[in-house]
């Protein structure tokens, strides 16, 4: 049975998706945006990054621009939310 005040995940994500997201967004912040994949990894690899997130980081394409961490997400194939119009 499942806990009734458990946060419900949006559409086209789970749980492990949402905090691999929320990783991701703490060792990058929000200055470092547009960004492609190697300023990406000397942002993380400057803020102590684990090796999980490192490697995350290493197996984006390169010559890419990331706008957010949303597009990175995407990138990496994770559950991104669904937009909704």
Do not use: Y
């Not at 060792?27 to 492609?36: N, Q």
């Not at 690899?45 to 999980?52: C, H, K, M, R, Y």
């Not at 957010?68 to 909704?84: H, I, K, P, S, W």
């Amino acid at each position: 049975m499942s806990d009734p005040h458990q946060p419900a995940t949006p559409p086209g994500t789970d749980e492990r998706d949402i905090e691999r997201r929320a990783a991701l967004s703490e060792v990058l912040g929000k200055e470092v945006w547009p960004a492609d994949r190697d300023t990406l990894l000397a942002k993380a690899q400057e803020g102590n990054a684990t090796d999980s997130i490192i490697g995350q980081l290493r197996r984006l394409p390169e010559g890419q621009r990331f706008d957010n961490v949303q597009d990175v997400a995407r990138a990496l194939g994770l559950g991104t939310e669904q937009q909704r119009f």
